[in-house]
């Protein structure tokens, strides 16, 4: 089967670095992406690593590390807006088929 | 316009009652998927759909069917709603070499009495 582990909650303040770990459990492994969503609103897709390392875009960026079976999404200059759930995910093994997501990692960001 | 739209955005129904949640996308992808939200429990998979013939079950999909009218069009039923289905409900479409980058409907907030 296919696991992963992220914070429940993590609380930050305005113009600080925040970074949210994703652990994952899986027989197979193709990447992991990073998706947000603002309270009652659609999940959106951040980002996706493939390979080891850090990739960048704007504030946000992702950094996987295969052989710990580990991630984070980083965010700097955090913005009150920046306040949501954040998502892990992978695909699943079998065909490449569906996603796999975490429970959610919920981010408060204060002034 | 939104590229992936869900009729309709709130239902509040009772127990008993048959439910169909539409989902219409203008994005051209094959690949569809309907997820359920519940506090605390992240996205779960009802069903998935890889084009208008191959439809799939997802990890909760007892109590739920689908239907794949065409390549922009997939809809969920609950034949018989119950309480424990109350929750937000999410459809998304992907790219079949893509399906780690997912776009999502605005999701469609259903309550069971």
């Known amino acids: 089967g296919q696991s992963l582990e992220q914070p429940s909650e993590v609380t930050a303040v305005e113009g600080a670095i925040v970074q949210i770990n994703c652990t994952y459990q899986?027989?197979?492994?193709?990447?992991l992406s990073w998706y947000q969503q603002h309270d009652g609103g659609a999940p959106t897709f951040l980002s996706y690593?493939?390979?080891?390392g850090l990739e960048e875009t704007g504030r946000f960026s992702s950094f996987l590390s295969r052989s710990d079976s580990y991630g984070y999404l980083l965010l700097q200059e955090l913005q009150m807006k920046d306040s949501a759930s954040y998502f892990c995910a992978v695909p699943r093994r079998e065909g490449y088929s569906t996603l796999t997501f975490g429970k959610g990692t919920m981010l408060l960001v204060s002034p | 316009d939104a590229d992936v739209t869900q009729t309709p955005r709130n239902r509040i129904t009772k127990t008993g009652k048959r439910i169909m949640l539409e989902c219409s996308q203008t994005?051209?992808?094959?690949?569809m998927y309907w997820y359920r939200q519940d506090p605390g429990l992240g996205l779960r998979l009802i069903y998935y759909?890889?084009?208008?013939?191959?439809?799939n079950k997802g990890e909760i999909s007892d109590g739920y069917s689908v239907s794949r009218q065409a390549q922009a069009k997939f809809s969920l039923s609950l034949e018989s709603a119950i309480p424990n289905q109350t929750a937000l409900y999410f459809c998304a479409t992907s790219d079949p070499t893509r399906i780690d980058e997912q776009f999502f409907g605005p999701g469609t907030r259903l309550t069971v009495l």
């Open positions: 899986t027989s197979g492994f193709y990447g």
């Open positions: 759909s890889f084009d208008v013939k191959d439809i």
């Open positions: 994005k051209g992808h094959d690949r």
């Open positions: 690593n493939a390979l080891d």
